[in-house]
């Protein structure tokens, strides 16, 4: 299941050793995604600092995020929240949620973040209520990111930010053959490819993809 993310990269290493390294908080989740052979789906510690660094630039005080695995994502954006800030974390697998609430539990940052259990084409429904949000991370089933960009598109407030990872699909995007997954599906690359091209239109948004290893497209909503 665990993808390389560039760990065996020395520039990513670099990256990491200096710029994102892990408190024991990180690391714990790490171990327990390791220990149950996930380590590698959730974001690297560089990919981290960069979700924490556009929390902060963008002062967000209220953050969705579309597939939270164990938490470590979230840990990472929710220690650059506010005090009174609002991380509200969706994930389908039961499994995966239970652990997501019982690792960020023990972190300082556990108060503002709110785990919620169900597949995401529901539950954000449920959570339009509580917006309009500073800003909408996806990062769950690829095959989704359409209907996620279609929710984040009515429910992040003007000026905030959605931001998708894993938008290189895997190497599949642009086609390099050194880097591309079998399992990933014709329709999969067809959403992805409308995601990225949805967010590159200038007029809805001021958007970039940030070349991390997996691609991490940034938008800031206009
Ligand atoms: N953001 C995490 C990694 C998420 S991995 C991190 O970087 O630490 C993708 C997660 O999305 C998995 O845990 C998976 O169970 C979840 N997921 C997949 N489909 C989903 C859906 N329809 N709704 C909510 N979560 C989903
Ligand atoms: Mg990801």
Known sequence: ???????????????????????????????????????GINVGPYEGKILNLL????????????????????????????????????EVDKENAAKAKALLAKTEVTSKIEVILGDATETLAGLASKGPFDMCFIDANKSGYMDYLEWAD????????????NTFLFGNLIKDKSNSNSRVSENQIKVMKNFNESLADPKKYTSVILPTVEGMTVAIKN
């Not at 390294?21 to 327990?32: F, G, H, T, V, W």
């Not at 009515?154 to 990872?165: A, C, E, F, T």
């Open 1 to 39: 299941m665990s993808h390389d993310r560039g760990e065996s990269n020395p520039t990513t290493n670099y990256i990491n050793s200096l710029f994102a390294p892990e408190d024991e908080k990180l690391q714990s989740i790490r171990l327990a995604l390791r220990q149950d052979n996930k380590e």
């Open 55 to 90: 929390v902060t630039l963008s002062r967000a005080k209220s953050i969705v995020e579309i597939g939270t695995l164990y938490g470590y994502s979230a840990l990472w954006m929710a220690r650059a929240l506010p005090a009174n800030g609002k991380l509200y974390c969706l």
């Open 154 to 165: 009515q429910n992040v407030r003007s000026g905030g930010l959605i931001v998708g990872d």
